[in-house]
């Protein structure tokens, strides 16, 4: 079997909230997508601070693809940016459908920072992975 056969997908995008999300909202989010992740086979990430989402999706491509296309329509979000993209060897996070944490601002600039116009790096990607988990408290 050739690695890409057995590959998950690995989506890492930043966006910024139309509005603040009081903590009930942001509490429905994770909700609905504990759900819509456990049927679709995608783990993930997604941390929130002071208006700004930064999410890491995994799992099969067409999976992904499909879901972080329902978030480029979400009106809860806009200036919607890909930060990276691509297959990889195995999940980063798999005992999460969806881990989430509200952080501090400082720990995810690194992610806010990156130019939507330059494809980033798989190492740069890493290290972006890097400063969110650790954003996290894990890593």
Do not use: C
């Amino acid at each position: 079997m050739h690695l890409l056969d057995t590959s998950i997908y690995q989506l890492l995008y930043r966006s910024q909230a139309t509005a603040p999300m009081p903590e009930a909202q942001l509490q429905q989010l994770l909700d609905w997508s504990h759900d819509y992740n456990a049927k679709h086979q995608i783990t993930g990430l997604l941390l929130y601070s002071e208006g700004y989402f930064v999410q890491v999706l995994e799992g099969p491509q067409q999976e992904v693809r499909t879901l972080y296309a329902r978030i480029q329509q979400d009106r809860r979000h806009h200036q919607i940016v890909t930060i990276g993209e691509g297959p990889e060897p195995e999940r980063r996070f798999a005992d999460w459908t969806m881990g989430f944490g509200q952080v501090a601002l400082p720990a995810i600039e690194p992610v806010l920072t990156v130019e939507p116009s330059r494809p980033v790096a798989p190492d740069v990607n890493e290290h972006h992975i890097q400063a969110l988990l650790r954003a996290f408290g894990v890593g």
